[in-house]
């Protein structure tokens, strides 16, 4: 049997360290949360946003359910079936001037699943945004609803926080970044500047039978979804200056297309990852984006760069919950957190580390 991750209860203590052994190389603040929402571009559906960022205010643990409402029950049932942390909830905005990250998750996903992520950059100066992507007809894999909705949503996330009476004043925006996980790799790199071609997926799916489980998902649903992308408009947001990519989908990218993102991005991918294989996607990236550096996280899963859920939970999260066997999902984490903000601290920096393809090696390196 696969060993569970260690509980989320640890999640607070994690970060707390993780702030302590970072209070000498740069400044750190609390972390203030409170969520809006707002209305997708291509159907018109409202979706939730979870904003993080940096405060003076002292926290306290925050029980949050995955819908983004308070859990009212007692502590100690919530600590079970929503997903805490330690924030000023509603708190005013810290006085500075700060980036922006939005953050997508991958496909059945929420705003909540890197969670720990968001934090970790908070209290680096940081203003983080998470959607929880629309669902449209209940199927977030493939069709116009992700092929441009996802990136179009991306962009208005960025808008309201840029608008926001709150945060709006506090924003350099020659500082804003992208992190995806999976499909949200996929919205990443769009936005970016990575024109998507319908018809991709088919053509490796037909190419590479060995890529069973990609290639499944969905089924016949996903692939009439597909049929529905006849066109995609121009989805790059020149605004984004940075991304980073956790087991990202890249088949529905031309390598003509790839070598278009001007932008650094920080790729990861895992080596026992069964649904974005190594071979099709993180290599494929470290050849072709022109400014890439590519991780093998050795040992990890798919879903090993999401948060650790609450143990209730993990019964209900099923595969999204469960790392190969070994593999520690948290001690991971506290690692590549670190490392991504360490990333945007760089390239989002002018003059920062310019990430070029002569001073990076052409594959994943393994850690």
């Excluded at 709006?168 to 995806?180: D, L, T």
């Excluded at 390239?347 to 393994?366: E, M």
Aim: charged share 20%; proline share 7%.
């Amino acid at each position: 049997m696969r060993r569970m991750p260690r509980s989320a209860s640890l999640l607070p203590v994690a970060l707390l360290l993780w702030i302590a052994s970072t209070a000498e190389a740069a400044p750190s603040w609390n972390v203030g949360y409170r969520t809006i929402a707002l209305q997708d571009a291509v159907t018109g559906e409202s979706f939730p946003v979870a904003l993080w960022y940096p405060t003076a205010a002292a926290p306290a643990s925050l029980f949050v359910t995955g819908s983004l409402s308070r859990c009212g029950l007692p502590a100690i049932v919530c600590r079970g079936i929503a997903f805490e942390m330690p924030v000023a909830q509603n708190a005013p905005v810290a006085a500075g001037a700060f980036g922006v990250i939005v953050v997508s998750h991958g496909a059945a996903g929420m705003a909540l699943l890197h969670r720990d992520l968001a934090m970790a950059l908070a209290v680096q100066g940081y203003v983080v945004a998470a959607p929880t992507h629309p669902r449209g007809k209940g199927d977030d894999i493939t069709g116009v609803g992700v092929w441009v909705g996802r990136p179009k949503q991306v962009s208005r996330v960025i808008d309201a926080v840029l608008e926001d009476g709150d945060l709006g004043a506090h924003i350099e925006r020659v500082r804003i970044g992208v992190v995806g996980h999976s499909n949200g790799g996929y919205t990443a790199l769009a936005v970016a500047g990575s024109r998507p071609s319908p018809g991709s997926e088919a053509a490796h799916c037909r190419t590479h039978p060995d890529d069973a489980k990609f290639c499944g998902q969905g089924g016949a649903a996903t692939r009439e979804a597909a049929r529905e992308v006849v066109s995609v408009p121009e989805l790059r947001d020149p605004r984004v200056r940075s991304i980073v990519l956790m087991a990202p989908n890249a088949v529905r990218f031309t390598d003509d297309a790839l070598a278009r993102v001007t932008v650094p991005a920080l790729v990861y991918a895992a080596e026992k990852d069964d649904l974005t294989r190594v071979q099709y996607h993180g290599e494929r990236l470290a050849k072709t984006l022109p400014r890439a550096d590519c991780v093998l996280v050795k040992g990890g899963g798919h879903f090993s760069f999401l948060t650790s859920f609450p143990w209730a939970l993990k019964i209900v999260a099923g595969e999204g919950a469960r790392d190969p066997d070994g593999f520690d999902r948290d001690a991971f984490h506290q690692v590549m957190n670190r490392e991504i903000v360490d990333f945007f601290n760089r390239t989002l920096q002018p003059g920062g580390d310019p990430l070029s393809r002569n001073a990076r090696p052409r594959s994943c390196r393994a850690r």
